[in-house]
């Protein structure tokens, strides 16, 4: 949390630096923290250079963090549209909207062209095989997997035992 300070202090000389907006609103996300906050310096970042792929993903990830993920699948799909050549974390994130939606067939296809492209989270084996979205929870330094029975919980994975945990991953 103490790069929030360091992000904070960049901003207050140049709050429009978009590499450092975008960077911040990432991090927020990935931490799900202050994600209304992330999604308007996100959203300043795609008003600078709205063709900016990493810019657009990251504002997909804030999207789908906030669960619109309606949202975030036209934004992957602008982002596709104009990168030929994708990372596999643009992949990942996008078959993780796509689980989201209903979609696990894409989903899962989307997961594999991940891991053959590299640059996906530690996860990505295990959401292929069991074809379901893992995520690792900071708080907690603990892997959970989504189970779409229990609505907005986590099963924690670890330790040989099932816990239920409530999450806001």
Known sequence: KNMYLYYDKVLKNDPNDSYVLNNY???LA???ERLDEALKMSAMTIEEDPKNVTYIDTYAWVLYKLGRYKEAKKWMEKLFSYDKNPQGVNYEHYGDILYKLGDVNKAVQNWK???KLGDTSEF???K???EKIYEWHEDKNRMYYHNDTISDEFLLFGEGSYEIESSHI
């Open 128 to 130: 292929i095989k069991d």
């Open 124 to 126: 990505i084996d295990q």
């Open 30 to 32: 990935v931490d799900g």
């Open 113 to 115: 062209k991940a891991k």
């Open 25 to 27: 609103a990432y991090f």
